[in-house]
């Protein structure tokens, strides 16, 4: 097979590109423990305000000064509507449905996730700004989809 | 061929209607985004329209375009008629009774579900089984293109297919494997739980069986464009193919390439393990590579065409091709909006990056450069091209036609920066009012939705133009006898010898093999999980 030498050329710099992308995830993936957001846990979601897990929602401090926030999102808002973090603290965040899926993305921040009912999100993050900060569902989930929201206030630590 | 022509133009007529339609709803969904008050706006119209607009845009348009485009290419390069044309027709047949099914439940309101269809949102049966029905017709399509392509090889067992079907043949390959999904979701989860025979779906296994399709999906849409791209532009600029061997290994390996990516939609979902995603992640990378290939060959093809209109400089080339051309303007517009289309899904397939524009505004503004663009402008030019051919008419209204492919461009080029901006801004997608409350961070999107809007509304009148231009051609159009189907002829002179990349058996194999490596391990976890079903909800 002909393959003109500058096409050959333009071939071996685009694979060059395409392990360049894959090493700079991959770096970050076995170095620095970047991994894609995930987590394996189920709930049944038609008992979500009982179970044990979901029945308290907000804010618990943690005994290495880290914090657990617990919510449900359902139809359409999100319970607790307000939550209080401190500043530079890791934060923890545990989301359930309680009827189907939405999506919880605190703007200005890369905190975002599916919410999906039968399985239980979670994902840690740090808010090194304080300040108030608007949480958006950005999982279309009926008529109300525009104004299911939500507020979190990043205080400063203590 | 005459009967061919026929069944391509009624397929080719379905696609050009559902497309109008849909452009209608998006100029008002444009509209409410900038929160405009228009006297009819309100949330039930928006979401019903956004779910039209995607159902009869991404499912309704493209495929009925692509299966035409197959007939009509198909039976010209092979220079034969279709074999089982009552198979097309009963395809034909199926395929608008779905689509008729499904256009009733969204338009009475019964399955504002969006055109993922996520459950438990539940829609009316009649939107999951035609949609079923759409898939089904393409299926039989895929079976007459086959059957076409086999009698012909039999004439011919030892030459490698024309480039053009060798690209529907990847087409229809690439289809094939991805609709084992859709079709296990409809068939297995959606429409017994939306007949109450089920009571409960689990919505994530319905997520992993719609992205084991919906990834691919995306290339069913592109491989046709780049079927025009290497078959028929360089000889509508008025040159040769640069490169028909690469041609041929770019199709090959989309077939391989499609399908092991899908988690690259759900980085964002629980109950999928990071290392299935990340998997998928890596995978995903690879896709780019074909793409790079075609840059370059159909780049190198245009120069071609240049310099045998007379260009000499190094660059000058550019500006010899035919920018007044419908097909060209629009593949070449196409092809730039494409590049940075191209550039955007490589961030989104960046699970780090990911995060910061998931669901956004930013991904509305990526699927328009690549479907909305790179797609959708190659078939309107496409059509301006072929529908004369197939009708026996001139085209008519040819300064619309010509001005048609820049307004697109620039509506597309205002849209879609507004759309990424917004998105890395944090405004989510498809949401009917982004005011929240007035919220500080939602005050930063404002001037911005208002050139979205504008992008829409030139987008619109570009559509217009389009609609303008078949329907003026198809009426009123001057009898030609100029119907022939030409195709490009590659610069080394025509293929004699098939090679590694003609031998479809052999690709699908290895692409059977990467789908199992990438989805039989997770999809048995999953299904070993303790798992809790959803009930239907139609909030809507």
Not at chain 2, 471 to 477: D, K, N
Request: proline letters at 5%; hydrophobic letters at 55%.
């Amino acid at each position: 097979m002909h393959v003109h030498r500058y096409e050959r050329f333009w071939m071996w710099g685009a694979a060059a590109i395409i392990v360049l992308f894959i090493s700079t995830m991959g770096i970050g993936l076995v170095g620095q423990g970047l991994h894609p957001p995930s987590h394996v846990e189920t709930i049944d979601p038609r008992t979500v305000w009982t179970d044990a897990r979901f029945a308290e929602r907000g804010v618990v401090a943690n005994a290495d000064g880290s914090v657990t926030v617990t919510a449900i999102a359902l139809l359409f808002a999100y319970q607790p509507a307000e939550i209080r973090v401190p500043a530079g603290r890791r934060v923890t965040f545990r989301l359930t449905s309680a009827d189907v899926v939405h999506g919880f993305q605190i703007v200005g921040t890369n905190a975002n996730t599916m919410v999906v009912p039968g399985y239980v999100s979670q994902f840690t993050t740090v808010f090194s700004q304080p300040g108030e900060y608007l949480i958006v569902c950005n999982e279309y989930c009926g008529l109300g989809h525009h104004a299911m929201m939500g507020k979190l206030i990043v205080e400063v630590a203590p | 061929m005459k009967a061919a022509r026929r069944l391509a133009t009624a397929h080719i007529g379905v696609a050009v209607g559902a497309f109008g339609i849909a452009a209608g709803m998006a100029v008002m969904q444009a509209l409410s985004r900038a929160n405009l008050d228009l006297p009819w706006r309100t949330a039930k119209m928006y979401y019903l329209s956004v779910t039209a607009h995607g159902v009869l845009m991404a499912l309704v348009f493209t495929t009925f375009f692509i299966m035409g485009l197959g007939i009509a290419l198909t039976t010209s390069a092979l220079n034969r008629p279709l074999r089982l044309l009552g198979l097309g027709w009963t395809s034909f047949a199926v395929a608008v009774t779905g689509t008729a099914a499904a256009a009733w439940a969204i338009l009475w309101g019964h399955a504002t579900v969006l055109y993922t269809f996520y459950p438990p949102l539940q829609a009316h049966p009649a939107f999951y089984i035609g949609l079923t029905l759409v898939v089904i017709g393409s299926w039989l399509w895929s079976a007459a293109i086959i059957a076409t392509y086999r009698s012909w090889r039999r004439e011919h067992p030892d030459a490698p297919a024309p480039l053009a079907v060798h690209g529907m043949l990847a087409t229809i390959t690439v289809w094939l494997i991805a609709t084992v999904g859709i079709a296990a979701e409809m068939l297995l989860l959606l429409i017994p739980w939306s007949l109450g025979l089920t009571s409960t779906v689990d919505p994530l296994l319905a997520r992993m069986l719609f992205w084991y399709f919906g990834h691919p999906l995306v290339y069913f849409w592109l491989l046709p464009a780049y079927v025009v791209w290497y078959a028929v532009l360089p000889r509508a600029a008025g040159g040769k193919l640069f490169s028909d061997s690469l041609g041929r290994m770019v199709f090959a390996l989309f077939i391989v390439l499609s399908t092991p990516v899908g988690f690259h939609h759900q980085f964002m979902d629980p109950g999928i393990s990071a290392g299935w995603k990340a998997f998928h992640a890596f995978n995903t990378f690879w896709i780019l590579f074909p793409s790079f290939v075609t840059a370059f060959t159909i780049v190198a093809s245009l120069e071609v065409a240049g310099r045998s209109r007379g260009a000499t400089g190094l660059f000058n080339w550019i500006a010899k091709l035919p920018w007044d051309d419908p097909l060209v303007a629009s593949v070449l517009l196409s092809m730039l909006l494409f590049a940075v289309g191209g550039f955007g899904g490589a961030i989104n397939a960046s699970f780090g990056m990911n995060s910061m524009v998931h669901n956004t505004a930013w991904i509305q503004g990526h699927f328009h450069l690549t479907v909305g663009s790179a797609v959708a402008l190659t078939f309107m030019g496409t059509a301006y091209w072929l529908v004369p051919k197939l009708v026996g008419r001139e085209l008519e209204l040819t300064l619309l036609a010509k001005v048609q492919p820049y307004l697109w461009f620039l509506g597309m080029v205002l849209f879609s920066f507004a759309n990424h901006v917004t998105g890395l801004q944090g405004m989510p997608r498809r949401v009917f009012d982004p005011v929240y409350l007035g919220a500080v961070a939602a005050e930063q999107w404002r001037g911005l939705t208002a050139v979205s809007a504008l992008g829409g509304l030139l987008l619109f009148a570009s559509a217009a133009f389009f609609l303008l231009v078949m329907l003026g051609t198809v009426v009123a159009g001057r009898r030609t006898d100029a119907i022939t189907i030409e195709f490009a002829e590659p610069l080394e002179g025509p293929p004699t010898a098939r090679t590694v990349f003609d031998r479809f058996g052999m690709w699908i194999a290895v692409a059977l093999v990467l789908v199992v490596l990438a989805y039989a391990v997770p999809l048995a976890q999953h299904l070993q999980m303790e798992r809790f079903g959803s009930t239907g909800f139609k909030p809507f």
